[in-house]
């Protein structure tokens, strides 16, 4: 079960926690990985540590040609059979402070360079009648948070965009679908102080902060050949912090 | 250039998985060749993928029929 030996995976945002936790853990089902994000040497180092079966390329999201310039070094290489847009931003604010830039940096990072990434690695998916697109949303897109409007609004966005690639995709034998993570221990979440964890751990049932591998194994059972008949859904993974 | 024409056919036949006979040159992708929206957009790519030309996405929205596929490669390869 789960094996994705004949399988090639480009994991966006893979120098961050979550995305670095993913690219190991398709990695260790058989994957071939390309892995991306903005820090070269934080990149070659988890690429040596992999050992084979790694490529690297480093990429802006941010910037509008960066997507399909990825996906063209990628595909050079070899095909790119799953897709995982995990790369984001949080600009947190109150909405009557937040700045146009904070709200546009947010929607381009973590909604529209995941539309572009998505684009450009469709065409080879058609081509070979399979593929697999695993977006990292969160459970803040389904519940809204103070503080978060941007975030939120990109996270929902996801979710909309999701569902309407895999109604397109469908009959190609792709399948496009979404984990929402609730609040997992990486740099993204030890921004929050002392206080804001705690209220936090108050609302996880399973009194815990999820962890990176948590989020890898929802990945890497989309990932999968057993998961071909599942499409367009949001899978939650947050310790029952939302019951959605 | 009748190459092209029987170049034409057969990528149809192939994508389309439809009878040679059907394939007349009148012939509709979408009306008499049962092709949806997505077939449209794979069968622009092999096209170009077939002959080395870049069909851009207006014009290959006029590219209606087998006809229009073939003039329009013939015109521009
Ligand atoms: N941590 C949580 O509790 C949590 C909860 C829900 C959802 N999520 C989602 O999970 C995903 C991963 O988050 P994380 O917690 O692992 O955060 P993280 O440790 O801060 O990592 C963020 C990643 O995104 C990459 N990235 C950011 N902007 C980029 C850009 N312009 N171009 C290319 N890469 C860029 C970063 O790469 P570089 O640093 O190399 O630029 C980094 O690898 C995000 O989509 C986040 O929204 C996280």
Redesign the interface.
Known sequence: MFDLSARRALVTGATGGIGEAIARALHARGASLVITGRREEVLAKLAAELGDRVQVVVADLAEPDAAERLMKEAEAAGPVDVLVNNAGITRDMLAMRMKDEDWSAVIETNLSAVFRLSRAGLKGMMKRRHGRIINIGSVVGATGNAGQANYAAAKAGLVGMTKALAAELGSRGITVNCVAPGFIDTAMTQKLDEKQRDSLLGRIPAGRLGAGADIAAAVVYLASDEAAYVTGQTLHVNGGMAMI | MSDIAERVKKIVVEHLGVEEAKVQENASFVDDLGA?S?DT??LV?AFEEEFGVEIPDDAAEKILTVKDAIDFIKANS
């Open positions: 949806d997505l957009v794979e790519m």
